[in-house]
């Protein structure tokens, strides 16, 4: 759907962002439904220990969003990043190279795999199943390593802010 929504008109900046926020939340989500999956027994699926990684994994999707966000590339239709217009006003700029910063810290800490495809697919803008494919993942694999890598990012960006 988001793709439709995309490829039907040309869409200013801000919009390009709010796509690409809520495609990186549904990653981390889809991630995390997989790795739900995987042990339907396991007490991660009991109502009492879901409810308690709700606040984490709420975390966890703000910073795929932000990530989203910080990207000064969309994937055009033919798969592959075009730069986007940007006009952000100083204060803006200025927000946005430090989080690029803090990120960029931040991913130096991920293991080779996460980091790749984390910083592939957000900063230079790749489509996700292509990074994982090149990466030797199915899709399914790469939402659920996509997943942990947000959310050792999530906790190591909260340490570095603190």
Same mark, same amino acid.
């Given at each position: 759907?988001?793709?439709?929504?995309?490829?039907?008109?040309?869409?200013?900046?801000? @919009?390009?962002?709010?796509? &690409?926020? %809520?495609?990186?939340?549904? +990653?981390?989500?889809?991630? $995390?439904? #997989?790795? /739900?999956? !995987?042990?339907?027994?396991?007490?991660?699926?009991?109502?009492?220990?879901?409810?308690?990684?709700?606040?984490?994994?709420?975390?966890?999707?703000?910073?795929?969003?932000?990530?989203?966000?910080?990207?000064?590339?969309?994937?055009?239709?033919?798969?592959?990043?075009?730069?986007?217009?940007?006009?952000?006003?100083?204060?803006?700029?200025? @927000?946005?190279?430090?989080? &690029?910063? %803090?990120?960029?810290?931040? +991913?130096?800490?991920?293991? $080779?795999? #996460?980091? /790749?495809? !984390?910083?592939?697919?957000?900063?230079?803008?790749?489509?996700?199943?292509?990074?994982?494919?090149?990466?030797?993942?199915?899709?399914?694999?790469?939402?659920?390593?996509?997943?942990?890598?947000?959310?050792?990012?999530?906790?190591?960006?909260?340490?570095?802010?603190?």
């Amino acid at each position: 759907m988001l793709d439709g929504v995309r490829k039907s008109a040309p869409l200013p900046r801000r @919009a390009h962002e709010r796509v &690409r926020a %809520l495609e990186a939340a549904l +990653l981390v989500a889809e991630g $995390a439904s #997989e790795d /739900a999956a !995987v042990a339907p027994g396991h007490a991660a699926a009991e109502p009492a220990a879901s409810a308690g990684k709700l606040p984490e994994h709420l975390a966890d999707m703000a910073t795929a969003m932000a990530l989203g966000m910080l990207s000064t590339a969309a994937v055009g239709d033919d798969g592959e990043p075009t730069a986007l217009e940007v006009g952000l006003s100083p204060e803006e700029a200025v @927000a946005e190279a430090e989080l &690029r910063k %803090l990120v960029v810290e931040a +991913l130096d800490e991920l293991p $080779a795999d #996460e980091r /790749a495809l !984390v910083q592939r697919h957000y900063l230079e803008g790749e489509r996700f199943d292509h990074v994982a494919a090149s990466l030797g993942l199915s899709k399914s694999w790469g939402s659920r390593l996509h997943t942990r890598a947000i959310g050792r990012l999530t906790k190591r960006l909260r340490a570095m802010v603190r």
